[in-house]
């Protein structure tokens, strides 16, 4: 996991980071309303089913200085291997043992970007996820974030089966276990 990198010391003394909470849900949820398009946006009902089915795979990153949430990244557990749309709107596709994590979001408040925080969330959260013993992480993501998530030990596998939010996405992944 070495690609993974190590912890950022600046970025852990500034941020607190860890599972969400029940009641932080509609936070994460307006956070996913600034940072992505009404289209793409998961829906407070959406993150809040999230959030009660997988609490464990959201990674929050507390601002310390005011205890509100700067960011996360949230995905659920299954077997599959390639991405498809349902798992935005179903929690119900969680399965907790799953080997493989369908990755939904990673999300960082404008007034925090440019400070290495969306790198330190996806690196902290490749690491505990390989530490669990999963074996791929799947994410889609517009044509201009793939150079960024090469950058944090994606592969791009081209076209996505996903159409979410009307779009055209690529399908990324990044193999933790073999």
């Known amino acids: 996991m070495e690609k993974c990198g190590f912890a ?38 959406m993150i809040r089913e999230r959030a009660a089915a997988a609490p464990e795979l959201f990674l929050v990153a507390v601002d310390k200085e005011n205890g509100r949430l700067a960011g996360f990244l949230n995905g659920i557990a299954t077997d599959e291997r390639s991405f498809r749309d349902e798992f935005f709107s179903d929690a119900g596709l969680h399965r907790p043992e799953g080997k493989n994590i369908m990755l939904l979001g990673l999300d960082v408040l404008p007034q925090y970007r440019g400070r290495g925080l ?32 090469k950058k944090m030990g994606f592969h791009d596998r081209g076209a996505s089966a ?7 996405w690529h399908e990324m992944v990044c193999v933790l276990n073999m």
């Open 162 to 168: 996903s159409t979410w939010g009307g779009g055209r």
């Open 8 to 45: 950022d010391k600046r970025l852990n003394e500034r941020f607190a980071f860890r599972s969400i909470r029940p009641e932080e849900a509609a936070a994460a949820a307006e956070i996913e309303r600034i940072c992505f398009a009404p289209e793409e946006a998961c829906t407070e009902k």
């Open 118 to 149: 969306a790198r330190e969330l996806m690196s902290q959260y490749l690491r505990r996820e390989a530490e669990r013993g999963r074996k791929w992480v799947v994410l889609t993501c517009a044509d201009s974030k793939v150079k960024m998530y």
